[in-house]
């Protein structure tokens, strides 16, 4: 027998008490004892009796299937009661004439308020002048807050985020409708989450980035005009050893620029200052002029570049010097995890169901792995089998192209099979009007 069996039906000594019984005993009991009285003094026979037993039989089951359906709701509610009260994240639910209904203990401390002074209370905008309401006030009325921003919609909750200041806090609010077995609204619940902590540690990593690139950045650019200076200088004394020698300090320092710059990027983008120049642009010529660049490159490294274009002219609106850097993340990191003899094919488009342009690039190198593809565009994330490819680096070129397709209006994604290649594809505007507003500093 199953467990959930063998639960049931320890509970059936206990059904023969409950509210679900009662009519059945206030309407049977009366007439049993009567009955019995009479079958004992031979007033009635007692067949009637039994008559009697087995017609109230099938009131006695009716009654114990009401009382487990009831037993389950009841424990259905517990559960789900137990659960709410324990959650770490604050919980407010309140019914349609604003009633609160739900507050549990994560509320009572988020909002320094107790249970018993909240429950059954009506909560109105008015409220927000008592200074002990007033946190509480804004959360559920959203338009009292000093800011408000909108995130997502779904068919069953919506999120949203509310910053204070003076002190900063930040909340990020989960708001639900809460229906009936018809389908009708009969209030609201709201699940809060705190994210002030995490904002200040994320902004005072920003703080330390920006410092640290600052402060990095003018003694490597000096070491790199040092070094150009010297090998002009000392051209025609200088031994074999000695130039090979400056070259790999060249590279080296070059490569230490380009860390600096990647770094001062994500600075900008994360506070909302990269800034952008949208134009008019000739797709087709932009991608050629960067297949240009890198083809020399690649021949160095025995891969061949291929481009091709499926329509002879393609204008979008873009800021052509970040859509560069898009170009050359992507190229140069077909080249670096390609494999000798590969091939990196570009190609340049315009899908036929949205109004926008369509960029390619795919390798044929060493992929990514399929554990690790959810993770490719996010700060300081390098795959595994790339670091074998390539130690330097600090896994934040993705994260800054992923960005800058995204401030243009566009997306980007990829396809990939490990040993196999990869095809990293993003979007861009025909329109100037599909382009974001403005830039905002990152949430």
Wanted: hydrophobic share 45%; aromatic share 14%.
């Amino acid at each position: 027998m199953s467990e959930n069996f063998l639960y049931y039906l320890k509970k059936i000594p206990f059904s023969f008490v409950s509210s679900q019984m009662l009519w059945f005993w206030v309407l049977f009991l009366p007439i049993f004892l009567i009955l019995l009285l009479s079958g004992i003094f031979k007033i009635l026979p007692f067949w009637i009796l039994f008559v009697v037993l087995g017609a109230s039989f099938p009131l006695l089951i009716i009654s114990e299937v009401l009382f487990f359906k009831s037993f389950k709701r009841t424990q259905k509610r517990f559960y789900e009661a137990k659960i709410i009260e324990f959650l770490a994240d604050p919980v407010v639910a309140y019914d349609k004439d604003f009633y609160i209904v739900v507050f549990n203990k994560s509320a009572e401390r988020f909002f320094s308020l107790k249970k018993e002074e909240v429950i059954g209370k009506k909560i109105t905008p008015q409220k927000a002048r008592d200074l002990r309401w007033q946190f509480l006030c804004q959360v559920v009325f959203p338009s009292l807050a000093p800011l408000v921003k909108e995130e997502e919609k779904f068919e069953e909750f919506e999120t949203f985020r509310i910053v204070f200041d003076r002190p900063f806090r930040e909340l990020k609010v989960f708001f639900g409708k809460i229906l009936d077995e018809k389908g009708e609204v009969v209030g609201f619940v709201k699940v809060i989450r705190d994210l002030t902590r995490q904002k200040l540690l994320l902004k005072e990593k920003t703080e330390f980035l920006n410092i640290a690139a600052h402060n990095l950045n003018t003694p490597v650019s000096e070491i790199r005009w040092g070094l150009e200076a010297l090998e002009e200088t000392l051209s025609g004394v200088l031994s074999k050893e000695a130039k090979d020698l400056i070259f790999k300090l060249k590279t080296t320092s070059l490569n230490l620029s380009e860390i600096v710059e990647d770094l001062l990027n994500v600075v900008r983008i994360e506070e909302g200052r990269f800034g952008y120049h949208f134009e008019r642009v000739e797709l087709n010529q932009l991608v050629k002029e960067r297949e240009e660049r890198w083809r020399p490159i690649a021949e160095r490294y025995q891969v061949k570049i291929f481009f091709k274009k499926s329509v002879e002219e393609i204008y979008v609106f873009c800021d052509p010097s970040r859509i560069k850097i898009v170009l050359d993340n992507l190229i140069e990191n077909a080249l670096i995890y390609n494999v000798r003899n590969g091939e990196i094919h570009i190609e340049t488009g315009v899908l036929l169901e949205k109004p926008y342009a369509l960029v390619s690039v795919r390798d044929t190198g060493i992929g990514i792995p399929a554990d690790q593809q959810e993770k490719i565009f996010e700060k300081f994330f390098r795959a595994r089998n790339a670091l074998k490819y390539k130690t330097e680096g600090i896994g934040l070129g993705l994260y800054i192209v992923k960005n800058i397709i995204k401030r243009h209006g566009g997306e980007i994604w990829f396809d990939s099979i490990e040993n196999r290649g990869t095809t990293f594809y993003f979007t861009l505007p025909l329109k100037k009007e599909l382009i974001p507003p403005k830039e905002t500093p990152l949430a």
